[in-house]
């Protein structure tokens, strides 16, 4: 999940003897964006999260996620790597 707030950034620049640009000022409303996991509300780098069918997900929740399916859950196959399957089959979210 995208979480965006706006701030008032001012530096003072008629404090500096500058001219106020006022609202056309590039410090005015600047928008600082977070990454956020959908399931743990953590907050990530974006590189961190995976796209699981439209949510973004940790890698934490992303393995509990899939602790739950029957496709990784198979007790009889020891040589199952969570990790490579992630991998293979998930992609990181995209900016």
């Not at 965006?4 to 964006?33: K, W, Y």
């Amino acid at each position: 999940m995208r979480l965006e707030t706006v701030r008032d950034e001012c530096v003072g620049c008629s404090t500096l003897g500058l001219p106020c640009l006022g609202a056309s000022c590039s410090n005015r409303e600047v928008i600082h964006t977070r990454y956020c996991c959908d399931d743990c509300n953590e907050v990530f780098e974006p590189h961190q999260l995976y796209d699981v069918d439209g949510e973004e997900v940790c890698l934490s929740c992303l393995k509990k996620r899939l602790e739950h399916d029957s496709l990784t859950n198979d007790e009889n196959d020891e040589d199952f790597d969570i990790d490579s399957y992630i991998e293979e089959n998930f992609c990181k979210i995209q900016l």
